[in-house]
């Protein structure tokens, strides 16, 4: 197998966070000769054995729902019967993995492929510790990751040492619409009412932007604060009934990107698109 083209993964001149109508989607996270970790970590090639195909969602270049199959998740826990769930990105919303040495880097996951052992290297963003315990408290939590199972599994491995995830999906369980790997939360086998999506890719929630929190992608920077930011919306929104009397409204006036008013019912000052930074409402 060709090294090469392996993979898929955000890059610095990539990454922006907006509203894409459905003809527009990002490429961010879509299948293209990007180097060797962009092809680990999300397109991993059909000859890969012991990694399915996603389904394949596309019929005349429209999205065909009768293509979904079965749902991904198992039932739900007794213990998280009455939460809502929160599907969470991994690579650039949780953590940055690069196969170039890294001094810093919180883990070194060894990754074989065809027969080589290649070492990954893993930053984690500040406050993923505390940002998961958090949540995980509060939410059924799922990892939701477009990235190759046998190198996204032993990360979550170390990442998560509180047994957060309830579940882990990867790229097998996404969906291929118009060149990208999208997480259809469809199939997810819960009330669309009671699900949130946190994720650094616009592409990968297209078909359910109304169910996101977005949040910027995250490289190197140990000064960013998004995660911590975020927990205090985290909070008050695992206690509403319906996500979309607070993600609709809050998504909508950051439509143009700005940070306009118009905040949602249930919480008087907007997520923001670009950064999905809290102001107000409990503060940071």
Same mark, same amino acid.
């Given at each position: 197998?060709?090294?090469?083209?392996?993979?898929?993964?955000?890059?610095?001149?990539?990454?922006?966070?907006?509203?894409? @109508?459905?003809?527009?989607?990002?490429?961010?996270?879509? &299948?293209?000769?990007?180097?060797?970790?962009?092809?680990?970590?999300?397109?991993?090639?059909?000859?890969?054995?012991?990694?399915?195909?996603?389904?394949?969602?596309?019929?005349?270049?429209?999205?065909?729902?009768?293509?979904?199959?079965?749902?991904?998740? @198992?039932?739900?826990?007794?213990?998280?019967?009455?939460?809502?769930?929160?599907?969470?990105?991994?690579?650039?919303?949780?953590?940055?993995?690069?196969?170039?040495?890294?001094?810093?880097?919180?883990?070194?996951? &060894?990754?074989?492929?065809?027969?080589?052992?290649?070492?990954?290297?893993?930053?984690?963003?500040?406050?993923?510790?505390?940002?998961?315990?958090?949540?995980?408290?509060?939410?059924?939590?799922?990892?939701?990751?477009?990235?190759?199972?046998?190198?996204?599994?032993?990360?979550?491995?170390?990442?998560?040492?509180?047994?957060?995830?309830?579940?882990?999906?990867?790229?097998?369980?996404?969906?291929?619409?118009?060149?990208?790997?999208?997480?259809?939360?469809?199939?997810?086998?819960?009330?669309?009412?009671?699900?949130?999506?946190?994720?650094?890719? @616009?592409?990968?929630?297209?078909?359910? &932007?109304?169910?996101?929190?977005?949040?910027?992608?995250?490289?190197?920077?140990?000064?960013?604060?998004?995660?911590?930011?975020?927990?205090?919306?985290?909070?008050?929104?695992?206690?509403?009934?319906?996500?979309?009397?607070?993600?609709?409204?809050?998504?909508?006036?950051?439509?143009?990107?700005?940070?306009?008013?118009?905040?949602?019912?249930?919480?008087?000052? &907007?997520?923001?698109?670009?950064?999905?930074?809290?102001?107000?409402?409990?503060?940071?």
């Amino acid at each position: 197998m060709d090294s090469t083209s392996i993979i898929t993964q955000v890059n610095r001149e990539e990454e922006q966070l907006t509203n894409f @109508p459905p003809d527009r989607v990002p490429s961010s996270k879509k &299948p293209r000769q990007r180097g060797f970790l962009n092809t680990l970590l999300c397109c991993f090639g059909s000859n890969n054995q012991g990694a399915s195909n996603p389904v394949i969602a596309e019929e005349n270049g429209q999205y065909s729902p009768k293509l979904q199959g079965k749902f991904l998740l @198992p039932p739900v826990r007794h213990q998280d019967m009455h939460k809502i769930c929160l599907i969470i990105d991994l690579d650039e919303t949780l953590v940055h993995s690069s196969f170039k040495p890294i001094s810093n880097a919180d883990f070194v996951v &060894p990754v074989e492929i065809d027969g080589t052992v290649h070492q990954v290297y893993v930053l984690k963003r500040p406050y993923v510790d505390e940002f998961l315990q958090r949540v995980g408290d509060a939410y059924e939590c799922v990892l939701f990751t477009a990235s190759l199972a046998k190198y996204a599994d032993p990360v979550a491995d170390l990442l998560d040492k509180w047994g957060v995830f309830r579940a882990r999906l990867f790229r097998e369980s996404c969906v291929f619409y118009r060149g990208n790997y999208v997480k259809d939360l469809g199939r997810l086998g819960r009330d669309l009412h009671r699900v949130v999506i946190i994720d650094n890719s @616009p592409a990968s929630y297209i078909f359910h &932007p109304d169910n996101a929190v977005p949040v910027g992608s995250w490289f190197d920077d140990m000064s960013d604060t998004e995660l911590r930011d975020l927990m205090p919306f985290f909070d008050k929104l695992s206690r509403v009934e319906d996500v979309y009397t607070v993600l609709r409204n809050s998504n909508n006036a950051a439509g143009g990107g700005g940070s306009g008013g118009g905040g949602s019912p249930a919480f008087p000052a &907007p997520l923001l698109m670009n950064g999905a930074a809290l102001h107000g409402g409990g503060g940071s």
